[in-house]
């Protein structure tokens, strides 16, 4: 008795040619991709931003609305210097903000503007603006 395999033939498994084959397939596959990845990663993160961008500005909609209603305490509120706020990517973010004029006649809407922008490259990432509701001037 033999303790050798029999010869499976031909066909017994992948020979090195085929091998050294599908690995450069496989190569441009990942390589023909790359651009792609490299582009949806540069498009989270702008995205990213944006979300930040426009949850500041949202957050001081809703504190122009907590304010008191009269045309005095709005222009205060307005001209009031907001921190820059950091985002976890490390760009750093300005918010601005802006009063139309109070109405002329009371009860009435004044516009408010919020602006976020970045302060490396001073782009508009957020903008809004809402009308306030205003009881009297003072």
Do not use: W
Request: with cysteine.
């Amino acid at each position: 008795m033999s303790n050798q395999k029999p010869n499976s033939g031909p066909q017994a498994g992948f020979s090195l040619v085929e091998i050294v084959v599908a690995m450069f397939i496989l190569a441009l596959v990942a390589v023909s991709l790359a651009p792609m990845l490299v582009s949806s990663l540069k498009q989270t993160a702008t995205n990213a931003l944006a979300t930040q961008a426009t949850h500041l500005a949202s957050v001081q909609m809703d504190a122009v609305r907590a304010q008191t209603p009269n045309c005095a305490a709005l222009t205060a509120y307005a001209s009031s210097t907001l921190p820059v706020a950091a985002t976890g990517q490390g760009v750093s973010l300005s918010i601005t903000q802006a009063i139309g004029a109070c109405p002329s006649t009371y009860p009435g809407t004044a516009p408010f503007t919020v602006t976020v922008r970045r302060t490396d490259t001073n782009e508009v990432l957020a903008n809004a603006t809402t009308l306030v509701y205003l009881q009297s001037a003072q």
